[in-house]
């Protein structure tokens, strides 16, 4: 089946739940751990913002929507720069819709202990991406900037990046996330430290893996036309393949590719 891949849905059970969703397809990955699956890139490449088949230049976006798109803004990386609840932004709507919302500011462990910022509708969803084990809501803000203003603050502390390759290797460090969190407390000026939120429930998250590799080889479709192999799990948003080969799929958003399994 012809299909174009995007992020993979996935929802917090026992272990995660994944689906790949391509328009009325919906693929149950979990089913196919196990088994052997092919897949063939196409050549096409569609831009997620703009549906059009051109090259994607960064994020699933042609060139024109990553330096456009209010999907692809600045701030989606660095929320600090968010200027949403100032009437501001690429999209004034879009930016009302998606960032002048409740943001979430949590510490999550996917390797080692990393700080980050999510809208609170994307809670546990932003966690499984990232392939974390354990996360912890720190503070709550009404807006995205101000999440991302406190994650700064914490930059020289934590970390704000994920090793994926430890994540994928299923290398997990040992913290104790409540006494963790509320050390940040302190580092935090008053006006920043009024935002910590009371709720320290610890989410544990269990991923779909028969094998974790002992080393990583990335693969993808811009050096090689055909992936297949037998599944061995998902973490993330990587498949993890036979002979210690991972693919990112959401990185390759609007690749499209024959599926087979």
Known sequence: MDIKLAKMKAA?????????????????????????????????QQCAACGQFKKIFAQGFCYDCFMKAPEASPCIINPELCE???????????????????????????????????????????????????????AETPYRKLAGDI????????????????MLKNNIGDFELVDEKWQIEELLPSDL???????????????????????????????????????????????ILDDNRVLNIRKHTGYHVEFES
């Not at 994650?151 to 430890?166: G, R, S």
């Not at 544990?204 to 297949?228: H, L, M, R, T």
């Open 84 to 138: 949403g609840h100032l009437g501001k932004g690429r999209d004034v709507e879009w930016e009302k819709a998606n960032h002048v919302q409740p943001h979430f500011v949590y510490l999550a462990v996917a390797s080692s202990l990393k700080i980050g910022v999510t809208r609170s509708t994307q809670v546990p969803t932003r966690w499984i991406d990232q392939g974390a084990s354990f996360a912890i809501k720190v």
């Open 151 to 166: 994650e700064v603050a914490l930059k020289t502390t934590f970390t704000d990046k994920t090793n994926w390759q430890a």
């Open 193 to 239: 430290a009024q935002y910590m939120s009371e709720d320290d429930e610890i989410t544990e998250i269990n991923y779909p893996v028969q094998d974790y590799p002992n080393k990583i080889k990335s693969v993808g479709f811009d050096k090689a036309e055909v992936i297949e192999g037998k599944l061995l799990g998902i973490k993330g948003q990587y498949i």
């Open 12 to 44: 917090l059970d026992e272990v995660v739940q994944y689906q790949l969703i391509s328009g009325d397809i919906a693929i149950d990955m979990n089913n196919l751990i196990g088994q052997h699956i092919h897949m063939r890139y196409t050549g096409k």
